[in-house]
T-cell receptor
């Protein structure tokens, strides 16, 4: 299994809603990432989990809350989002957080905030 | 500061012709260089990487890239383009000295291959 699975594929939410994005991998990878991507732009790193501990938070607003329940799962909890948060949210994983490792990306969750 | 430049927003190629997507980088220390491809409504897929060793790196789907240290470039190439190669291509760099090995992406190049 060489896949990173993200659910849901599409999500529409209001500014007062609470929702969660889920990501799962069964490759035994020990680093997991959340990226935000606007159309035709490069992905922007949000969070990195290394061995289930948050190692990087790229100054992301607190309305985004990551969680890593175990080595295979990564969640992103959303609350009180703004319309400008509408984007493709990508999860990725790598064997370990080392610099030479390639990333495996999921297909993303297309989020629309109304 | 670490950076990656992809000087062309779009590259247009006829099917069967060779293609080149350009990438230059600026880092402190030895770079780890990557190419990723993104098809519409999908995540990024890894194509190839340069870590050390042979400057010519071969990757997925017939793509290759040449690491040129003097020109700080890592151009992506393919001898014969296919219509199915049409996608958004990202060059990326990491170094051992990045904060936690953060991957720095270029702005992306949209490749269009016409029949």
């Amino acid at each position: 299994d060489t896949e990173v699975t993200q659910t849901p594929k599409h999500l529409v939410m209001g500014m007062t809603n609470k929702k969660s994005l889920k990501c799962e991998q069964h490759m035994g990878h020990r680093a997991m990432y959340w990226y935000k991507q606007k159309a035709k732009k490069p992905p922007e790193l949000m969070f990195v989990y290394s061995y289930e501990k948050l190692s990087i938070n790229e100054s992301v607003p607190s309305r985004f809350s990551p969680e890593c329940p175990n080595s295979s799962l990564l969640n992103l909890h959303l609350h009180a989002l703004q319309p400008e948060d509408s984007a493709l949210y990508l999860c990725a994983s790598s064997q370990d957080p080392g610099s030479s490792e390639k990333l495996f990306f999921g297909s993303g969750t297309q989020l629309s905030v109304l | 500061a670490q950076s990656v430049a992809q000087p062309e927003d779009q590259v247009n190629v006829a099917e069967g012709n060779p293609l080149t997507v350009k990438c230059t980088y600026s880092v402190s220390g030895n770079p780890y260089l990557f190419w990723y491809v993104q098809y519409p409504n999908r995540g990024l897929q890894f194509l190839l990487k340069y870590i050390t060793g042979d400057n010519l790196v071969k990757g997925s789907y017939g793509f290759e890239a040449e690491f040129n240290k003097s020109q700080t470039s890592f151009h992506l190439k393919k001898p014969s383009a296919l219509v199915s190669d049409s996608a958004l291509y990202f060059c990326a760099v990491r170094t051992a000295y990045n904060q936690g090995g953060k991957l720095i992406f270029g702005q992306g190049t949209e490749l269009s291959v016409k029949p």
